[in-house]
Protein backbone atom coordinates (compact mmCIF):
# COMPACT_ATOMS: atom_id res chain seq x y z
CA UNK A 1 0.00 0.00 0.00
CA UNK A 2 1.90 2.83 -0.73
CA UNK A 3 1.15 6.29 1.68
CA UNK A 4 0.98 10.10 1.06
CA UNK A 5 2.34 12.72 2.91
CA UNK A 6 -0.69 12.70 4.92
CA UNK A 7 -0.57 9.21 5.72
CA UNK A 8 -3.94 8.56 3.13
CA UNK A 9 -3.67 5.78 1.21
CA UNK A 10 -2.41 6.33 -2.62
CA UNK A 11 -4.75 4.73 -4.83
CA UNK A 12 -3.89 3.95 -8.60
CA UNK A 13 -4.80 5.92 -11.30
CA UNK A 14 -7.02 3.24 -12.90
CA UNK A 15 -8.92 2.92 -9.44
CA UNK A 16 -8.88 6.85 -8.41
CA UNK A 17 -10.58 7.75 -11.85
CA UNK A 18 -13.66 5.42 -10.48
CA UNK A 19 -13.93 6.93 -7.02
CA UNK A 20 -14.59 10.35 -8.19
CA UNK A 21 -17.53 10.65 -5.80
CA UNK A 22 -17.65 13.03 -3.23
CA UNK A 23 -17.90 11.31 0.26
CA UNK A 24 -20.26 13.15 2.83
CA UNK A 25 -19.03 11.46 6.32
CA UNK A 26 -21.87 12.21 8.73
CA UNK A 27 -20.61 11.12 12.54
CA UNK A 28 -22.96 11.20 15.68
CA UNK A 29 -24.17 9.07 18.96
CA UNK A 30 -27.36 6.57 18.87
CA UNK A 31 -30.71 8.49 18.63
CA UNK A 32 -29.91 11.83 17.28
CA UNK A 33 -31.56 11.54 14.37
CA UNK A 34 -29.20 10.38 12.03
CA UNK A 35 -31.46 7.74 10.50
CA UNK A 36 -34.00 10.13 9.72
CA UNK A 37 -31.25 12.70 8.50
CA UNK A 38 -29.66 9.65 6.40
CA UNK A 39 -33.10 9.37 4.75
CA UNK A 40 -33.47 13.04 4.30
CA UNK A 41 -29.92 12.76 2.33
CA UNK A 42 -31.86 9.79 0.51
CA UNK A 43 -34.48 12.05 -0.87
CA UNK A 44 -31.60 13.66 -3.29
CA UNK A 45 -31.04 13.02 -6.66
CA UNK A 46 -27.78 13.27 -6.77
CA UNK A 47 -26.93 11.13 -3.36
CA UNK A 48 -25.91 7.95 -2.53
CA UNK A 49 -26.27 6.83 1.06
CA UNK A 50 -24.62 3.89 3.64
CA UNK A 51 -25.97 3.01 6.63
CA UNK A 52 -23.12 2.38 9.03
CA UNK A 53 -20.98 0.34 7.37
CA UNK A 54 -18.22 0.67 9.87
CA UNK A 55 -20.64 -1.20 12.10
CA UNK A 56 -19.63 -5.02 11.27
CA UNK A 57 -16.13 -3.94 11.63
CA UNK A 58 -16.49 -2.04 14.85
CA UNK A 59 -18.51 -5.25 16.61
CA UNK A 60 -15.26 -7.40 15.31
CA UNK A 61 -13.16 -5.33 17.69
CA UNK A 62 -15.95 -5.64 20.52
CA UNK A 63 -16.65 -9.08 21.81
CA UNK A 64 -17.56 -8.43 24.51
CA UNK A 65 -20.51 -6.13 23.68
CA UNK A 66 -23.68 -7.55 22.89
CA UNK A 67 -25.91 -6.09 19.99
CA UNK A 68 -29.20 -7.16 19.09
CA UNK A 69 -28.46 -8.66 15.41
CA UNK A 70 -24.50 -8.99 15.82
CA UNK A 71 -24.37 -12.31 14.07
CA UNK A 72 -26.06 -10.78 10.91
CA UNK A 73 -24.33 -7.72 10.75
CA UNK A 74 -21.14 -9.66 11.04
CA UNK A 75 -21.72 -12.20 8.66
CA UNK A 76 -23.61 -9.87 5.81
CA UNK A 77 -21.17 -6.69 6.26
CA UNK A 78 -17.08 -6.72 5.25
CA UNK A 79 -15.55 -6.63 9.02
CA UNK A 80 -12.11 -5.05 7.69
CA UNK A 81 -12.69 -1.35 8.37
CA UNK A 82 -9.93 -0.21 6.49
CA UNK A 83 -11.30 -2.15 3.00
CA UNK A 84 -14.68 -0.29 3.89
CA UNK A 85 -13.41 2.95 3.91
CA UNK A 86 -11.36 2.03 0.42
CA UNK A 87 -13.95 0.18 -1.45
CA UNK A 88 -17.17 0.48 0.17
CA UNK A 89 -16.90 4.24 1.14
CA UNK A 90 -14.84 5.52 -1.07
CA UNK A 91 -15.37 3.10 -3.54
CA UNK A 92 -16.91 3.47 -7.02
CA UNK A 93 -20.33 5.22 -7.35
CA UNK A 94 -23.45 6.12 -9.90
CA UNK A 95 -24.15 9.36 -7.92
CA UNK A 96 -22.11 12.67 -7.18
CA UNK A 97 -22.24 12.56 -3.64
CA UNK A 98 -22.03 9.25 -1.51
CA UNK A 99 -23.33 10.03 2.34
CA UNK A 100 -22.38 7.44 4.88
CA UNK A 101 -23.59 7.52 8.50
CA UNK A 102 -21.65 6.72 11.10
CA UNK A 103 -21.53 5.73 14.57
CA UNK A 104 -18.68 8.08 16.62
CA UNK A 105 -17.16 5.45 18.27
CA UNK A 106 -16.82 2.85 15.23
CA UNK A 107 -13.88 5.34 14.36
CA UNK A 108 -11.55 3.22 16.31
CA UNK A 109 -7.99 3.69 16.36
CA UNK A 110 -7.15 0.72 13.89
CA UNK A 111 -8.43 2.34 11.14
CA UNK A 112 -5.70 4.28 8.67
CA UNK A 113 -6.41 8.39 8.06
CA UNK A 114 -8.04 7.86 5.06
CA UNK A 115 -11.34 7.36 6.85
CA UNK A 116 -10.96 10.95 7.17
CA UNK A 117 -11.06 11.61 3.89
CA UNK A 118 -14.15 13.37 2.35
CA UNK A 119 -16.38 15.84 3.73
CA UNK A 120 -17.14 15.60 7.31
CA UNK A 121 -20.33 16.40 9.43
CA UNK A 122 -20.91 16.24 12.86
CA UNK A 123 -24.61 15.31 14.59
CA UNK A 124 -24.89 16.33 17.97
CA UNK A 125 -27.49 16.12 21.00
CA UNK A 126 -27.94 17.29 23.94
CA UNK A 127 -27.29 14.67 26.22
CA UNK A 128 -29.95 15.62 28.28
CA UNK A 129 -32.20 14.90 26.05
CA UNK A 130 -31.00 11.59 24.03
CA UNK A 131 -29.98 9.80 27.48
CA UNK A 132 -33.39 9.01 29.08
CA UNK A 133 -34.15 6.70 26.18
CA UNK A 134 -32.11 4.50 26.99
CA UNK A 135 -32.75 3.96 30.57
CA UNK A 136 -34.82 0.38 29.72
CA UNK A 137 -32.27 -1.00 28.02
CA UNK A 138 -29.17 -3.47 29.33
CA UNK A 139 -26.02 -1.83 30.95
CA UNK A 140 -24.29 -2.88 27.96
CA UNK A 141 -26.48 -1.07 25.68
CA UNK A 142 -26.30 2.21 27.18
CA UNK A 143 -24.20 4.29 24.94
CA UNK A 144 -20.52 4.67 25.54
CA UNK A 145 -18.76 8.46 26.09
CA UNK A 146 -20.32 9.34 22.74
CA UNK A 147 -20.16 13.15 23.02
CA UNK A 148 -16.02 12.79 23.69
CA UNK A 149 -15.66 10.34 20.56
CA UNK A 150 -17.60 13.38 19.00
CA UNK A 151 -15.32 16.37 20.38
CA UNK A 152 -11.94 13.97 19.95
CA UNK A 153 -12.85 14.02 16.07
CA UNK A 154 -14.03 17.39 15.80
CA UNK A 155 -10.29 18.41 17.28
CA UNK A 156 -8.74 15.74 15.21
CA UNK A 157 -10.35 17.01 11.93
CA UNK A 158 -9.24 21.25 12.87
CA UNK A 159 -6.00 19.80 13.41
CA UNK A 160 -5.79 18.98 9.57
CA UNK A 161 -7.83 22.28 9.19
CA UNK A 162 -10.80 20.46 7.86
CA UNK A 163 -13.16 22.13 10.26
CA UNK A 164 -16.71 20.46 9.89
CA UNK A 165 -19.95 22.01 10.62
CA UNK A 166 -22.02 20.67 13.85
CA UNK A 167 -25.69 20.22 13.62
CA UNK A 168 -27.50 20.33 16.79
CA UNK A 169 -30.66 17.44 16.27
CA UNK A 170 -32.87 19.55 17.93
CA UNK A 171 -31.79 22.60 15.78
CA UNK A 172 -33.08 20.48 13.24
CA UNK A 173 -36.06 18.80 14.39
CA UNK A 174 -37.12 23.02 15.32
CA UNK A 175 -36.34 24.03 11.79
CA UNK A 176 -35.64 21.26 9.11
CA UNK A 177 -35.70 23.95 6.51
CA UNK A 178 -33.21 26.33 7.94
CA UNK A 179 -31.00 23.63 9.19
CA UNK A 180 -30.56 21.60 6.09
CA UNK A 181 -30.08 24.45 3.70
CA UNK A 182 -27.17 25.75 5.96
CA UNK A 183 -25.39 22.14 6.32
CA UNK A 184 -25.74 21.92 2.73
CA UNK A 185 -24.06 25.45 2.22
CA UNK A 186 -22.05 24.55 4.67
CA UNK A 187 -20.47 21.45 3.12
CA UNK A 188 -21.20 23.25 -0.48
CA UNK A 189 -23.93 20.97 -2.08
CA UNK A 190 -27.36 22.73 -3.10
CA UNK A 191 -30.07 22.70 -1.30
CA UNK A 192 -33.11 19.68 -2.70
CA UNK A 193 -36.25 20.69 -0.67
CA UNK A 194 -36.78 16.96 -1.70
CA UNK A 195 -35.12 16.59 1.45
CA UNK A 196 -37.67 17.43 3.63
CA UNK A 197 -39.25 14.22 3.61
CA UNK A 198 -39.85 10.78 2.67
CA UNK A 199 -41.87 7.94 3.04
CA UNK A 200 -43.23 5.95 5.57
CA UNK A 201 -41.66 2.42 5.74
CA UNK A 202 -38.56 0.71 5.48
CA UNK A 203 -35.85 2.14 3.13
CA UNK A 204 -33.55 -0.23 0.93
CA UNK A 205 -31.08 1.61 2.14
CA UNK A 206 -31.29 0.83 5.90
CA UNK A 207 -28.66 -1.60 7.60
CA UNK A 208 -29.60 -5.23 8.15
CA UNK A 209 -30.57 -4.40 11.80
CA UNK A 210 -33.04 -2.05 11.29
CA UNK A 211 -36.12 -4.64 12.76
CA UNK A 212 -34.35 -3.91 16.13
CA UNK A 213 -33.49 -0.21 15.80
CA UNK A 214 -36.12 1.65 13.62
CA UNK A 215 -39.59 0.77 14.18
CA UNK A 216 -40.00 4.78 15.00
CA UNK A 217 -38.19 5.88 12.24
CA UNK A 218 -39.78 3.82 10.06
CA UNK A 219 -42.97 5.75 11.11
CA UNK A 220 -41.94 9.09 10.33
CA UNK A 221 -41.95 10.84 7.12
CA UNK A 222 -40.20 13.96 8.06
CA UNK A 223 -38.31 16.12 10.93
CA UNK A 224 -40.83 16.52 13.51
CA UNK A 225 -40.71 19.43 15.91
CA UNK A 226 -39.76 17.98 19.59
CA UNK A 227 -41.83 18.72 22.60
CA UNK A 228 -41.60 22.13 24.60
CA UNK A 229 -40.13 19.89 27.77
CA UNK A 230 -39.25 16.30 28.73
CA UNK A 231 -42.18 14.61 30.29
CA UNK A 232 -40.34 12.27 32.56
CA UNK A 233 -38.33 12.90 34.82
CA UNK A 234 -34.41 12.18 34.17
CA UNK A 235 -33.22 8.60 34.95
CA UNK A 236 -31.08 8.88 37.84
CA UNK A 237 -28.95 5.82 37.11
CA UNK A 238 -27.80 8.00 33.75
CA UNK A 239 -26.68 10.87 35.54
CA UNK A 240 -22.92 10.35 35.88
CA UNK A 241 -23.17 9.30 32.55
CA UNK A 242 -24.60 12.53 31.74
CA UNK A 243 -22.29 14.73 33.91
CA UNK A 244 -19.70 13.01 31.68
CA UNK A 245 -20.95 13.95 28.12
CA UNK A 246 -22.33 18.09 28.71
CA UNK A 247 -18.84 19.40 28.89
CA UNK A 248 -18.48 17.98 25.44
CA UNK A 249 -21.52 18.69 23.93
CA UNK A 250 -21.28 22.02 25.63
CA UNK A 251 -18.13 22.53 23.62
CA UNK A 252 -19.56 21.22 20.18
CA UNK A 253 -22.99 23.16 20.37
CA UNK A 254 -20.63 26.79 20.56
CA UNK A 255 -19.45 25.53 17.49
CA UNK A 256 -22.92 24.45 15.85
CA UNK A 257 -24.49 26.19 12.43
CA UNK A 258 -27.34 28.32 12.85
CA UNK A 259 -30.27 27.79 10.11
CA UNK A 260 -30.33 29.80 6.88
CA UNK A 261 -34.02 31.14 6.24
CA UNK A 262 -35.61 29.73 3.15
CA UNK A 263 -35.55 32.91 0.71
CA UNK A 264 -39.28 34.38 0.65
CA UNK A 265 -41.61 33.98 -1.97
CA UNK A 266 -41.03 37.07 -4.39
CA UNK A 267 -44.31 39.14 -3.60
CA UNK A 268 -46.76 39.33 -7.15
CA UNK A 269 -45.47 42.64 -8.98
CA UNK A 270 -48.58 45.01 -9.60
CA UNK A 271 -47.06 44.68 -13.49
CA UNK A 272 -45.59 41.39 -13.86
CA UNK A 273 -43.64 42.89 -17.51
CA UNK A 274 -41.81 44.50 -14.89
CA UNK A 275 -39.87 41.81 -13.78
CA UNK A 276 -36.79 42.54 -16.44
CA UNK A 277 -35.85 45.43 -16.64
CA UNK A 278 -32.92 47.78 -17.07
CA UNK A 279 -32.09 50.43 -15.10
CA UNK A 280 -29.99 53.06 -15.14
CA UNK A 281 -27.50 53.68 -12.07
CA UNK A 282 -24.75 56.52 -12.34
CA UNK A 283 -23.64 55.74 -15.92
CA UNK A 284 -24.17 51.76 -16.08
CA UNK A 285 -27.64 49.87 -17.39
CA UNK A 286 -27.75 47.02 -15.28
CA UNK A 287 -30.34 44.40 -14.55
CA UNK A 288 -33.51 44.95 -12.20
CA UNK A 289 -32.04 42.77 -9.29
CA UNK A 290 -28.47 44.54 -10.08
CA UNK A 291 -29.27 47.82 -9.62
CA UNK A 292 -28.40 49.58 -6.58
CA UNK A 293 -26.76 52.56 -5.16
CA UNK A 294 -24.30 52.45 -2.17
CA UNK A 295 -25.20 52.27 1.32
CA UNK A 296 -23.09 55.67 1.59
CA UNK A 297 -25.50 57.28 -1.13
CA UNK A 298 -27.26 60.80 -0.08
CA UNK A 299 -30.53 59.35 -1.08
CA UNK A 300 -30.02 56.69 1.87
CA UNK A 301 -28.66 58.99 4.42
CA UNK A 302 -31.16 62.03 4.36
CA UNK A 303 -33.63 61.45 1.26
CA UNK A 304 -31.22 64.21 0.02
CA UNK A 305 -32.63 63.96 -3.51
CA UNK A 306 -34.11 65.34 -6.82
CA UNK A 307 -36.77 63.96 -8.63
CA UNK A 308 -39.33 63.27 -11.76
CA UNK A 309 -41.83 61.52 -13.67
CA UNK A 310 -42.13 61.41 -16.84
CA UNK A 311 -44.70 59.47 -18.92
CA UNK A 312 -43.72 58.04 -22.20
CA UNK A 313 -46.60 58.34 -25.24
CA UNK A 314 -46.11 56.50 -28.79
CA UNK A 315 -42.41 57.00 -29.05
CA UNK A 316 -42.05 60.09 -27.05
CA UNK A 317 -41.73 61.68 -23.86
CA UNK A 318 -44.03 64.16 -22.49
CA UNK A 319 -42.82 67.07 -21.40
CA UNK A 320 -39.15 66.23 -20.98
CA UNK A 321 -37.99 70.34 -21.22
CA UNK A 322 -40.41 71.16 -18.58
CA UNK A 323 -39.40 67.95 -16.39
CA UNK A 324 -35.81 68.87 -16.88
CA UNK A 325 -36.44 72.17 -15.98
CA UNK A 326 -37.84 71.68 -12.75
CA UNK A 327 -35.27 69.34 -12.06
CA UNK A 328 -32.22 71.47 -12.53
CA UNK A 329 -34.04 74.06 -10.55
CA UNK A 330 -34.21 71.39 -7.45
CA UNK A 331 -31.02 70.37 -7.88
CA UNK A 332 -29.86 74.24 -7.56
CA UNK A 333 -31.82 75.19 -5.16
CA UNK A 334 -30.88 72.04 -2.96
CA UNK A 335 -27.23 73.47 -3.51
CA UNK A 336 -26.20 69.79 -5.24
CA UNK A 337 -22.34 69.85 -6.76
CA UNK A 338 -21.45 68.06 -10.21
CA UNK A 339 -24.64 67.78 -11.80
CA UNK A 340 -24.79 66.00 -14.80
CA UNK A 341 -25.35 68.38 -17.62
CA UNK A 342 -28.63 68.33 -19.52
CA UNK A 343 -27.42 66.15 -22.23
CA UNK A 344 -25.74 63.67 -19.96
CA UNK A 345 -29.64 62.90 -18.29
CA UNK A 346 -31.43 62.85 -21.45
CA UNK A 347 -29.14 60.49 -22.98
CA UNK A 348 -29.58 58.33 -19.92
CA UNK A 349 -33.33 58.53 -20.00
CA UNK A 350 -33.32 57.43 -24.04
CA UNK A 351 -30.82 54.97 -23.73
CA UNK A 352 -32.98 53.22 -20.81
CA UNK A 353 -36.19 53.36 -22.40
CA UNK A 354 -34.36 51.76 -25.67
CA UNK A 355 -32.66 48.71 -23.70
CA UNK A 356 -36.50 48.17 -22.44
CA UNK A 357 -37.59 48.98 -25.83
CA UNK A 358 -40.34 51.26 -24.07
CA UNK A 359 -42.51 52.96 -26.56
CA UNK A 360 -45.81 53.80 -24.60
CA UNK A 361 -47.48 53.35 -21.40
CA UNK A 362 -44.06 53.42 -19.70
CA UNK A 363 -43.39 55.85 -16.72
CA UNK A 364 -39.80 56.73 -15.70
CA UNK A 365 -38.78 57.40 -11.85
CA UNK A 366 -35.81 60.01 -13.02
CA UNK A 367 -33.72 60.57 -9.97
CA UNK A 368 -30.35 62.48 -9.26
CA UNK A 369 -28.96 62.07 -5.65
CA UNK A 370 -26.28 64.61 -4.06
CA UNK A 371 -24.52 61.42 -4.88
CA UNK A 372 -22.32 59.25 -2.27
CA UNK A 373 -20.98 60.46 0.51
CA UNK A 374 -17.28 59.84 2.23
CA UNK A 375 -18.67 59.32 6.06
CA UNK A 376 -22.34 59.03 7.04
CA UNK A 377 -23.41 62.46 7.87
CA UNK A 378 -25.39 65.27 6.99
CA UNK A 379 -22.63 67.84 5.85
CA UNK A 380 -23.22 67.92 1.75
CA UNK A 381 -19.17 68.60 2.05
CA UNK A 382 -18.96 64.75 2.66
CA UNK A 383 -20.13 64.36 -0.73
CA UNK A 384 -16.77 64.32 -2.86
CA UNK A 385 -17.98 62.46 -5.89
CA UNK A 386 -20.96 64.32 -7.64
CA UNK A 387 -24.33 63.28 -7.93
CA UNK A 388 -25.80 59.83 -8.76
CA UNK A 389 -28.58 60.05 -11.76
CA UNK A 390 -31.03 56.37 -11.74
CA UNK A 391 -33.32 56.07 -14.41
CA UNK A 392 -35.92 53.79 -13.37
CA UNK A 393 -38.20 53.21 -15.99
CA UNK A 394 -41.44 50.70 -15.75
CA UNK A 395 -44.37 49.71 -17.47
CA UNK A 396 -47.09 51.60 -15.92
CA UNK A 397 -50.68 51.10 -16.83
CA UNK A 398 -53.50 53.66 -15.27
CA UNK A 399 -52.40 54.17 -11.57
CA UNK A 400 -55.93 55.35 -10.97
CA UNK A 401 -59.42 54.20 -11.93
CA UNK A 402 -59.74 57.59 -14.59
CA UNK A 403 -63.36 56.22 -16.09
CA UNK A 404 -65.05 55.97 -12.51
CA UNK A 405 -63.01 57.97 -10.54
CA UNK A 406 -61.49 57.70 -7.13
CA UNK A 407 -62.21 58.87 -2.94
CA UNK A 408 -60.62 61.42 -1.06
CA UNK A 409 -60.51 61.30 2.68
CA UNK A 410 -58.58 64.70 4.20
CA UNK A 411 -55.26 63.87 6.14
CA UNK A 412 -54.74 65.32 9.80
CA UNK A 413 -50.79 65.36 8.20
CA UNK A 414 -50.14 68.95 6.79
CA UNK A 415 -48.58 69.96 3.45
CA UNK A 416 -44.77 71.23 4.01
CA UNK A 417 -45.19 74.94 4.46
CA UNK A 418 -42.52 77.51 2.67
CA UNK A 419 -41.27 78.42 6.19
CA UNK A 420 -39.76 74.82 6.45
CA UNK A 421 -39.45 73.02 3.18
CA UNK A 422 -40.72 74.76 0.11
CA UNK A 423 -42.42 72.92 -2.28
CA UNK A 424 -40.98 74.22 -5.36
CA UNK A 425 -38.06 71.88 -4.29
CA UNK A 426 -39.56 68.31 -6.08
CA UNK A 427 -37.14 66.24 -3.34
CA UNK A 428 -37.27 62.86 -2.48
CA UNK A 429 -37.83 63.75 1.30
CA UNK A 430 -41.47 62.44 0.87
CA UNK A 431 -42.26 61.53 4.92
CA UNK A 432 -45.09 64.12 5.27
CA UNK A 433 -46.49 62.83 2.20
CA UNK A 434 -46.33 59.23 3.21
CA UNK A 435 -47.80 59.83 6.24
CA UNK A 436 -50.62 61.24 4.27
CA UNK A 437 -50.88 58.23 2.01
CA UNK A 438 -51.10 56.17 5.22
CA UNK A 439 -53.95 57.93 6.66
CA UNK A 440 -55.32 57.61 2.85
CA UNK A 441 -54.59 53.61 2.77
CA UNK A 442 -55.89 52.89 6.15
CA UNK A 443 -59.46 54.79 4.99
CA UNK A 444 -59.33 52.65 1.85
CA UNK A 445 -58.99 55.75 0.26
CA UNK A 446 -57.54 56.63 -3.35
CA UNK A 447 -55.29 59.21 -1.64
CA UNK A 448 -55.39 61.44 0.95
CA UNK A 449 -56.27 65.57 0.48
CA UNK A 450 -53.76 67.23 2.30
CA UNK A 451 -53.84 70.73 3.52
CA UNK A 452 -51.79 73.96 4.26
CA UNK A 453 -50.81 75.59 7.58
CA UNK A 454 -53.70 77.73 7.23
CA UNK A 455 -56.43 75.30 6.98
CA UNK A 456 -56.95 75.56 2.93
CA UNK A 457 -56.63 72.72 0.16
CA UNK A 458 -52.72 72.26 -0.85
CA UNK A 459 -52.81 69.26 -2.64
CA UNK A 460 -53.14 65.21 -2.66
CA UNK A 461 -50.33 63.43 -1.37
CA UNK A 462 -49.64 62.56 -4.97
CA UNK A 463 -50.99 64.74 -7.38
CA UNK A 464 -52.57 68.61 -7.52
CA UNK A 465 -56.04 69.43 -7.23
CA UNK A 466 -58.54 71.27 -9.26
CA UNK A 467 -62.28 72.15 -9.23
CA UNK A 468 -65.37 73.50 -10.91
CA UNK A 469 -67.92 75.10 -9.67
CA UNK A 470 -70.71 76.75 -11.07
CA UNK A 471 -68.32 76.28 -14.77
CA UNK A 472 -65.19 78.39 -13.09
CA UNK A 473 -62.05 76.18 -13.02
CA UNK A 474 -60.31 76.50 -9.77
CA UNK A 475 -57.05 74.95 -8.33
CA UNK A 476 -55.09 76.04 -5.01
CA UNK A 477 -51.87 78.41 -5.42
CA UNK A 478 -48.30 76.61 -5.85
CA UNK A 479 -47.40 77.68 -2.52
CA UNK A 480 -47.83 74.54 -0.16
CA UNK A 481 -48.35 72.24 -3.41
CA UNK A 482 -45.69 70.87 -5.95
CA UNK A 483 -46.19 73.36 -9.26
CA UNK A 484 -46.85 70.33 -11.14
CA UNK A 485 -46.47 70.19 -14.55
CA UNK A 486 -49.91 68.45 -15.58
CA UNK A 487 -51.00 71.50 -13.65
CA UNK A 488 -49.67 73.90 -15.76
CA UNK A 489 -50.50 72.02 -18.70
CA UNK A 490 -54.01 71.50 -17.61
CA UNK A 491 -54.40 75.39 -16.54
CA UNK A 492 -52.96 76.14 -20.13
CA UNK A 493 -55.92 73.59 -21.92
CA UNK A 494 -58.39 75.43 -19.85
CA UNK A 495 -57.80 78.52 -20.91
CA UNK A 496 -57.15 77.43 -24.33
CA UNK A 497 -61.06 75.95 -24.21
CA UNK A 498 -62.66 79.08 -22.88
CA UNK A 499 -63.17 77.74 -19.07
CA UNK A 500 -62.59 80.83 -16.85
CA UNK A 501 -59.54 79.66 -14.57
CA UNK A 502 -58.34 80.51 -11.19
CA UNK A 503 -55.55 79.92 -9.19
CA UNK A 504 -56.60 80.77 -5.69
CA UNK A 505 -56.69 79.58 -1.84
CA UNK A 506 -59.84 77.10 -2.06
CA UNK A 507 -61.30 75.82 1.79
CA UNK A 508 -61.95 72.22 2.03
CA UNK A 509 -65.78 73.02 2.31
CA UNK A 510 -65.55 74.28 -1.50
CA UNK A 511 -64.26 71.15 -2.41
CA UNK A 512 -66.70 69.36 -0.64
CA UNK A 513 -69.34 71.52 -2.48
CA UNK A 514 -67.81 71.45 -5.66
CA UNK A 515 -69.54 70.61 -9.02
CA UNK A 516 -66.64 68.10 -10.09
CA UNK A 517 -63.20 67.25 -8.76
CA UNK A 518 -59.96 65.68 -10.61
CA UNK A 519 -56.07 65.79 -9.46
CA UNK A 520 -53.39 65.91 -11.98
CA UNK A 521 -49.88 64.25 -12.14
CA UNK A 522 -47.81 62.34 -14.54
CA UNK A 523 -48.38 59.44 -13.56
CA UNK A 524 -52.04 59.03 -13.54
CA UNK A 525 -53.15 62.40 -15.82
CA UNK A 526 -56.50 63.41 -14.71
CA UNK A 527 -58.12 61.61 -12.18
CA UNK A 528 -61.79 62.17 -11.50
CA UNK A 529 -62.86 62.53 -7.78
CA UNK A 530 -66.26 61.10 -6.98
CA UNK A 531 -66.05 61.93 -3.07
CA UNK A 532 -63.96 63.52 -0.43
CA UNK A 533 -64.64 62.76 3.04
CA UNK A 534 -68.01 60.86 2.88
CA UNK A 535 -68.85 63.68 0.95
CA UNK A 536 -70.41 62.83 -2.93
CA UNK A 537 -69.16 65.53 -5.34
CA UNK A 538 -71.66 66.99 -7.87
CA UNK A 539 -73.95 63.86 -8.84
CA UNK A 540 -70.88 61.25 -7.93
CA UNK A 541 -70.43 60.40 -11.48
CA UNK A 542 -67.21 62.28 -13.39
CA UNK A 543 -68.98 65.53 -14.65
CA UNK A 544 -68.41 67.21 -18.07
CA UNK A 545 -65.56 69.62 -17.84
CA UNK A 546 -63.63 66.63 -16.18
CA UNK A 547 -64.02 64.39 -19.27
CA UNK A 548 -63.41 67.24 -21.53
CA UNK A 549 -59.99 68.29 -19.80
CA UNK A 550 -59.36 64.71 -19.63
CA UNK A 551 -59.28 64.16 -23.75
CA UNK A 552 -57.62 67.29 -24.34
CA UNK A 553 -54.97 66.20 -21.87
CA UNK A 554 -54.62 62.59 -23.74
CA UNK A 555 -55.03 64.21 -27.58
CA UNK A 556 -51.92 66.06 -26.43
CA UNK A 557 -49.84 63.66 -24.44
CA UNK A 558 -50.18 62.07 -27.67
CA UNK A 559 -49.20 64.47 -30.49
CA UNK A 560 -46.59 66.28 -28.50
CA UNK A 561 -43.45 65.20 -26.78
CA UNK A 562 -39.54 64.50 -27.65
CA UNK A 563 -38.76 61.43 -29.90
CA UNK A 564 -36.89 58.69 -28.33
CA UNK A 565 -34.31 57.81 -31.50
CA UNK A 566 -34.68 54.07 -31.43
CA UNK A 567 -32.68 53.19 -34.90
C1 LIG B 1 -46.83 65.81 -4.25
C2 LIG B 1 -47.00 65.85 -5.72
N1 LIG B 1 -47.92 66.66 -6.23
C3 LIG B 1 -48.15 66.71 -7.56
C4 LIG B 1 -47.45 65.93 -8.44
C5 LIG B 1 -47.74 65.98 -9.92
O1 LIG B 1 -46.71 66.64 -10.59
P1 LIG B 1 -46.52 66.47 -12.15
O2 LIG B 1 -47.76 66.90 -12.79
O3 LIG B 1 -45.36 67.33 -12.47
O4 LIG B 1 -46.23 65.06 -12.40
C6 LIG B 1 -46.47 65.09 -7.95
C7 LIG B 1 -45.67 64.26 -8.86
O5 LIG B 1 -44.50 64.13 -8.73
C8 LIG B 1 -46.24 65.05 -6.55
O6 LIG B 1 -45.33 64.24 -6.02
Keep these: MKVDGEGFEVMGEEKSRDCAVEVINVWSGPRSLSTSLMY ?31 QEVLDQM ?87 PIIDATDLRRDPEGMLRSLCSAIDIPFQSSMLSWKAGPRPEDGVWAPWWYSSVH ?54 DNKELFVWVNGQILPRN ?87 GMSPAFNVYGCTLIVLSEWKPPVYNNTDGIRLITASTRRNSPNSLDSKIHHNNLINNILAKVEGNIADAGDALMLDC ?22 PHADYCLPGITRATVIDLAR ?52 YLQAAYSKLAESEGEIIPFR
Aim: overall charge positive; glycine content about 6%.
Design 496 to 547: REGFPMEERRISLTEFHTADEVWTTGTMGELTPVTEIDGRQIGDGKVGPVTK
Design 219 to 272: KSTEFVSPPPFANKPFPKRLYKLLEQNQPFYDFLKREAILPIPAPAAPPPLPCL
Design 78 to 164: ENDGNKVVREIIHGPCKKKYRYAKHMAKQRTPCLTKEVLRGRHVLLIRNPLEFLPSFDKVLQEEIPELEMVHLASLYMELRSMHQIP
Design 290 to 376: SAKVSVFDSIVQGGDGVWEGLRIYKGKVFKLEEHLDRLFDSAKAMAFANIPSREEVKRAVFATLIANDMRDNAHVRLTLTRGEKTTS
Design 454 to 475: GGFVAETNATNIFMVKKGRVLT
Design 40 to 70: SFAQRDDTEVLDEPLYAHYLRLKPNVCHPSQ
